[in-house]
């Protein structure tokens, strides 16, 4: 894999031969402990040099003002520079998060498509006439916001910067990315990518650093007009108070807790393999994932069974992520390792089924060292109490809750009995069962967002253009001077039949 030793922040005012003095931290392989490069954090004078830059670069037009045909043009050839790099990327994407080197190449390999719809959407986005009195002709477009602030997390470092990063640019932004300091490589790397695409300097800067400092030094700048953030809800709340002091527009995609649910009427296997995707995707570290299996009474003593043989199949084939054959890599560190740890040892109720315990062995499928490495293996826990931390907090690792209930309305008050409401899952063979419960759920997701304490707008699709745009109205007179002569004069000697606004 081919990655610089040392990254800069990516800004217009930093050059690359700087030897202006920052804070270092390093990058940790989270699979080896092994560091993989030396990150120098943006510091405030950064911070203030990137939004000044940003701000005028807007300003300039050369982005902002770009007819969207050109626009679209350079997303398109983004996309076509980012699939040629998905292989490299994919191998980053691994060291630096210690997930598996199959999944990363799966999911990088869609990243091109974000870029692409907004390309697209370019092209097809309409302007639209709204109705008036008289003769007037009202025009309503979209236009940007100015510069926006993204802070992206560590668990889909490239995925969830391009997710917002594509509507940003599609609508003319100057765009500011603080990514994780857990795995900001991939983003930096893909800042110069877009660079080299034709995305002018100053259109898209990344700031590394700590959240606490650079992150919020970000967030609080008077002239960011949008801020986008990826994190827990805790964070939210903290930069959402930030964000609104300043009037900016605010986008929050925070935790979640899922629930899957798995009617009496369900195929049982293909249950089983969603909700074991659902459940240890990404290592559990996902807002999305399923944690929280409720399953009807009829099918329990069948599911369960099925479900932890696929557990068990899964830890038997856990590996050096870099191995293709490997099926679940390791969490983003040690700290967070123990935090997962501490949370399934300290429960107050619930039976432990399978896992429980960090893997300090060698592989069976690889002879790959644990031990080096922050592994924890998929882990299933039965009958916890409503009230247990391990039911009602974001684990974010390879940790599910199982629970029994009886009938439907039961089941669906478990599944809302949480303070997130991100995403869920049904499973039924019954559709109009299916629709019926959806529309009781209390959860979000598509195009991508939450409801309740899982955040605040939405992401992808038309919505995110227009998060990352505001409407235009532009009224013009369209009477003969005769007639504006004769209508439009309110405080004329004539008071009657006069236009009104």
Known sequence: MSHRVRYAPFAPHVSTRSTESREQFSVTNPATGLDICTIDAANFKDVQHAVADAHATFESGVWSRAPAIHRSKVLARLARALEERIPTLAELETLQTGRTIREMRVQLGRLPEWLDYYAALLRTHQS??????????????????????????????????????????????????KPSELAPVSVLEFAQIALDAGVPSGVLSVLPGPGATTGKQLVSHPLVRKVDITAGTATGRALGSIVGGNLAAFTAELGGKAPIIIFDDADIPSAVNGAAFASFVASGQTCVSGTRLLVQSGVYDAFVPQFLEKV???????????????????????????????????????????????????????????????????????????????????????????????????????ANHSRYGLSAGIWTQNLSRAHQVAAQLQSGCSPWGGMKESGIGRE???????????????????ASAKESRENDDWFGDEVENKRYG
């Open 128 to 177: 639209f006439v709204a109705p008036t009195q008289g003769k007037l002709l009202n025009y309503v477009q979209r236009v940007p916001l100015g510069v926006v602030a993204q802070i992206t997390p560590f668990n889909h470092p490239l995925l969830i910067a391009i997710k917002k990063i594509a509507p940003a640019l599609a609508a003319g932004n100057s765009v500011i990315v």
């Open 312 to 414: 068990k199949n899964i830890t038997i084939r856990m590996g050096d992520p870099m191995n293709p054959k490997s099926m679940m890599g390791s969490v983003i560190s040690a700290d967070h390792l123990q935090r997962i740890h501490s949370m399934v040892e300290k429960r107050g109720s619930g039976t432990l089924l399978i896992g429980g315990e960090p893997l300090k062995d060698r592989s069976s499928l690889d002879g790959f060292d644990f031990s080096q490495g922050s592994f924890y293996p998929p882990t299933v826990v039965a009958d916890v109490s409503l009230e247990d931390a391990l039911w009602k907090e974001e684990v974010f690792g390879p940790v599910v809750v199982v629970k029994k209930f009886e009938t439907e309305s039961e089941g669906v008050e478990l």
């Open 460 to 478: 992808n699709g038309i919505e995110a253009f227009e998060a990352y745009s505001q409407s235009k109205s532009t009224v013009v007179n369209v």
